[in-house]
């Protein structure tokens, strides 16, 4: 049984931070990432990481957020700096077999960029 929980999400003023946790049964995955859904628009997938460790992210989070890992507790991190209004969404840990992260989903946290 493969269970994906997220947790972090939470109220931040524009320019602020936060790191969204997601614990896993396993973090042995070919993939893992981080996908995100705003109201009235479409899913977006935010960021990746391989089994291998190699990462990739959205372009409109290049060089704002980090994806990263920590084997030893399942654990897979997002930290997220310079937010911006366009950030707020649902943020949803997911894990795939393959080469995309969508045959696991977590319940989803919420994220909330306002001043």
């Known amino acids: 049984q493969v269970q994906l929980v997220e947790s972090g999400g939470d109220l931040v003023q524009p320019g602020g931070s936060l790191r969204l946790s997601c614990a896993a049964s396993?973090?042995?995955?070919?993939?893992m990432g981080w996908y995100r859904q705003a109201p009235g628009k479409q899913r977006e997938l935010v960021a990746t990481?391989?089994?291998?460790?190699?990462?990739n992210y959205a372009d409109s989070v290049k060089g704002r957020f980090t994806i990263s890992r920590d084997t030893a507790k399942n654990t897979l991190y997002l930290q997220m700096n310079s937010l911006k209004d366009e950030d707020t969404a649902v943020y949803y840990c997911t894990a795939g077999r393959g080469a995309i992260p969508t045959d696991y989903w977590g319940r989803g946290t919420r994220v909330t960029v306002s001043s």
């Open positions: 396993t973090i042995i995955f070919s993939i």
């Open positions: 990481i391989t089994r291998g460790g190699f990462t």
